[in-house]
């Protein structure tokens, strides 16, 4: 359930990067392990990974928080930073963006591969950022860790914007209109 009122303090230490989602989606999280993995050795960061299982990455330090719905909010909080790798296959194409909305909607700058609606969900550079490539991601990670400044505007710009175009209060005359 979405709280309006939590909104992620980028000045919040550890500085941490994280990933949420099943194990059926552990193939699309190894995506951005090599990245990941060197961005761990450069700078005094934490990898955060939330999901039904321990995904077991080895040469990989990282914490593991079993999902539990009520505590997703509270462990999401935890993450200065969510990314959202995906293959580029058709069953990937069908999803719905919906770990950059959660994200988003808690003020946590989102990195998402650049594929079906992730590419309307998230706006590059303005409310969040593409990464394809090992160089993209560590690049545009490094550049989120290095900056609070950046990782909250690009933070509160996500929340706006999941607000204004995601939320039950967005949607509500939409779909009364279903009705009518």
């Known amino acids: 359930k979405f709280n309006s009122n939590k909104t992620k303090n980028q000045k919040d230490k550890p500085l941490t990067i ?32 939330i999901a039904d299982k321990d995904p077991e990455i080895e040469d990989l330090n990282y914490t593991f928080i079993k999902w539990n719905k009520e505590t997703e909010i509270d462990d999401m909080m935890k993450m200065n930073i969510g990314i959202m790798p995906l293959l580029k296959t058709d069953v990937q194409l069908g999803k719905c963006g919906f770990k950059a909305i959660q994200y988003m909607s808690l003020g946590i700058p989102s990195v ?18 593409w990464a394809d490539t090992d160089d993209e991601w560590f690049s545009t990670l490094e550049q989120l860790i290095v900056s609070n400044e950046l ?30």
């Open 18 to 49: 994280g990933w949420t989602g099943t194990f059926t989606n552990f193939i699309n999280l190894h995506l951005a392990i090599p990245a990941i993995k060197k961005l761990l050795c450069k700078f005094q960061v934490e990898f955060l990974i």
């Open 112 to 129: 998402v591969t650049p594929f079906g609606v992730n590419t309307e969900v998230v706006r590059n550079g303005i409310d969040g950022f």
């Open 151 to 180: 990782r909250s505007k690009i933070g509160i710009d996500a929340q706006k914007k999941i607000i204004a175009h995601y939320s039950v209060k967005s949607t509500a005359d939409s779909f009364i209109s279903l009705f009518h």
